[in-house]
């Protein structure tokens, strides 16, 4: 199961989690979330992180130029997309050989069917609880909505996974599960990781969810 850490900005936090080797680290580069890493972030801070964590991006509603000049700078390897991106900018960046991973609203089961013009133009799907900041809300949703998603594109689950969601993790099913993503629920602060926390919570969740 892949392992995504989101909201980083901290250089030493930033070295503390990718010591745990999670299989992401997210970096938000959009300006209202209180985890912002914009200036205070430099390129120079993300050089520390092993070439087998993927570094990605989170963007809202950016426009596919701004969205590559961030990737260049920063050397990244992925963008998480939280707006109203369409499946062709999606394609676009693909084909710039960086990884997409589009989130979604759950809201209830019919909104999967917005996922289908994604298929073939994104990597993975984000599962994320409504809303109206974007993610980082701390709150999670109904998973069961989940069964009705159909899709062939794997996802990962958001959405307020806290330290005491491992057994529940274990106990939940999807063929198209992929990973978690955890943020909100595992910090001191916004944008710094609670490190003991969620070294706890990985050991607990990596007993019965193998590496992919």
């Excluded at 989101?6 to 989690?17: D, F, L, Q, S």
């Excluded at 707006?83 to 960086?98: D, N």
Aim: charged share 20%; hydrophobic share 35%.
């Amino acid at each position: 199961m892949l392992i995504k850490v989101c909201g980083m900005r901290h250089p030493e936090n930033i070295k503390a989690v990718a010591g745990l080797q999670p299989d992401y680290l997210g970096f938000i580069f959009y300006p209202p979330s209180p985890r912002y890493a914009g200036e205070l972030l430099l390129p120079e801070m993300l050089e520390q992180i092993p070439a087998g964590i993927k570094k990605t991006g989170v963007f809202v509603n950016t426009s596919t130029s701004d969205m590559l000049h961030v990737a260049q700078r920063y050397q990244l390897d992925a963008l998480q997309l939280h707006g109203q991106e369409g499946a062709a900018q999606c394609r676009q960046l693909k084909a710039e050989g960086l990884e997409i991973i589009k989130a979604f609203a759950a809201r209830q089961g019919s909104d999967f069917a917005n996922t289908r013009d994604y298929e073939g133009n994104c990597d993975y799907f984000l599962f994320d609880t409504p809303s109206q900041a974007h993610g980082g809300s701390g709150q999670k949703y109904d998973w069961h909505l989940l069964q009705d998603y159909r899709g062939t594109t794997p996802f990962f689950l958001s959405g307020g996974l806290g330290p005491t969601d491992a057994e529940a993790l274990r106990a939940f099913h999807h063929p198209q599960l992929a990973g978690i993503d955890l943020n909100s629920r595992f910090e001191s602060a916004p944008a710094h990781k609670d490190v003991p926390a969620l070294q706890a919570f990985l050991n607990k969740y990596r007993q019965s969810n193998p590496p992919l």
